[in-house]
């Protein structure tokens, strides 16, 4: 039997593209059972020289919390090859944070605004020499 190692970029982006795979992933990492999900057109790999460097997916989510409650969001997921590639992904993050989606509001009204981000990346060098921040600082 061959098991494919999604430490590899083409093997990442073949398991993401699945939805049921991607789906059970970010259960996983984000503790949550992610109910509904959607991938968005965003999704992109951006090659130079020798492979894939940049790998984006953007994902419309609906989650539910352990109190019941379901939330809307968008996930964005990176897999950056150096770190000049994490600035390139905040940018890309600013302009998504503009974007606004129909969500109902607590008296139940439909209303655009803008969805919460989860942000993940996967870092394929050493953070080291980077401040690394979390939700929870």
């Given amino acids: 039997m061959i098991i494919a190692n999604?430490?590899?970029?083409?093997?990442f982006k073949y398991l993401l593209e699945d939805?049921?795979?991607?789906?059970?992933?970010l259960s996983t990492i984000l503790g949550?059972?992610?109910?509904?999900?959607e991938v968005k057109p965003?999704?992109?790999?951006?090659?130079?020289?020798?492979g894939i460097n940049i790998l984006r997916f953007d994902f419309k989510a609906i989650l539910v919390k352990e109190n019941g409650e379901r939330i809307k969001m968008l996930i964005e997921l990176q897999k950056a090859k150096q770190a000049f590639d994490v600035m390139?992904?905040?940018r890309y993050l600013g302009d998504n944070y503009r974007?606004?989606?129909?969500?109902?509001?607590?008296?139940?009204?439909?209303?655009?605004?803008?969805?919460?981000?989860?942000?993940?990346?996967?870092?394929?060098?050493?953070?080291?020499?980077h401040q690394v921040?979390?939700?929870k600082d």
């Fill in 32 to 37: 949550e059972q992610v109910l509904n999900l």
């Fill in 88 to 90: 390139r992904f905040r």
């Fill in 99 to 129: 974007k606004e989606d129909v969500v109902l509001n607590e008296q139940g009204v439909s209303e655009k605004r803008p969805l919460p981000i989860v942000t993940i990346l996967f870092f394929g060098f050493s953070s080291r020499q």
């Fill in 133 to 135: 921040r979390n939700s």
């Fill in 42 to 50: 965003q999704e992109t790999a951006t090659e130079t020289g020798g």
């Fill in 19 to 25: 939805v049921e795979i991607a789906q059970e992933l």
């Fill in 6 to 11: 999604p430490i590899y970029d083409v093997v």
